[in-house]
T-cell receptor
Framework: GAVVSQHPSWVICKSGTSVKIECRSL??????MFWYRQFPKQSLMLMAT?????????EQGVEKDKFLINHASLTLSTLTVTSAHPEDSSFYIC???????????FGPGTRLTVL | AQTVTQSQPEMSVQEAETVTLSCTYD???????LFWYKQPPSRQMILVIR??????QNATENRFSVNFQKAAKSFSLKISDSQLGDTAMYFC??????????FGTGTRLTVIP
């Protein structure tokens, strides 16, 4: 099956710093990747759609200047949380559609803690 | 707008017994896909089963099967012969092809030894 990796798996940072999270499709190419955020005991909420070679599409209420997305290649999308604050602490998950395109494959997630 | 509703926040089942998790959805699309994902304590999202809306036959994957009622917009998951490893959060999800998933709020399933 299709494999998606994320790095790092967890990160702790100080308030005001920036954190980059990588999402890679390991054995397939993905022109589109999705970034979700999951707060404790809640469901996954779509933050943005990452498009290879073009600008990301952000969901309503998600600050594009705070959550920078770069889809530099067909196997890599990055999410940078800029000037992180404690309220940005969450579990961030990426996904990519597989070859059949109707099924999403998820990365293992990144737990971000902002002190 | 697409919505997915899971009305059971928590469920429990005895080991080896059968449990059914409920899910309803709303969409104006005619062709779409439905999924059940499992999220164990590791938080890795694991695909359990998928159903294509244009297929009337209910999907099955080993101990997991669905009851897909398109007219009623219902998509329940049945887990037979429940095992301790089935303990997890289960999310019902919906998508139109190659687009993002819409998730329900999840059902926390506990399998009791």
């Amino acid at each position: 099956g299709a494999v998606v990796s994320q790095h790092p798996s967890w990160v702790i940072c100080k308030s005001g710093t920036s954190v980059k999270i990588e999402c890679r499709s390991l054995d397939f190419q993905a022109t589109t990747m999705f970034w979700y955020r999951q707060f404790p005991k809640q469901s996954l909420m779509l933050m943005a759609t990452s498009n290879e070679g073009s600008k990301a599409t952000y969901e309503q209420g998600v600050e594009k200047d705070k959550f920078l997305i770069n889809h530099a290649s067909l196997t890599l999308s990055t999410l940078t949380v800029t000037s992180a604050h404690p309220e940005d602490s969450s579990f961030y998950i990426c996904s990519a559609p597989g070859l059949s395109s109707d099924t999403q494959y998820f990365g293992p997630g990144t737990r971000l803690t902002v002190l | 707008a697409q919505t997915v509703t899971q009305s059971q926040p928590e469920m429990s089942v005895q080991e080896a017994e059968t449990v059914t998790l409920s899910c309803t959805y709303d969409t104006s699309e005619s062709n779409y896909y439905l999924f059940w994902y499992k999220q164990p304590p590791s938080r890795q999202m694991i695909l359990v089963i998928r159903q294509e809306a244009y297929k009337q036959q209910n999907a099955t994957e080993n101990r997991f099967s669905v009851n897909f009622q398109k007219a009623a917009k219902s998509f329940s998951l049945k887990i037979s012969d429940s095992q301790l490893g089935d303990t997890a959060m289960y999310f019902c999800a919906f998508t139109v092809q190659a687009n993002n998933l819409f998730f329900g709020t999840g059902t926390r399933l506990t399998v009791i030894p």
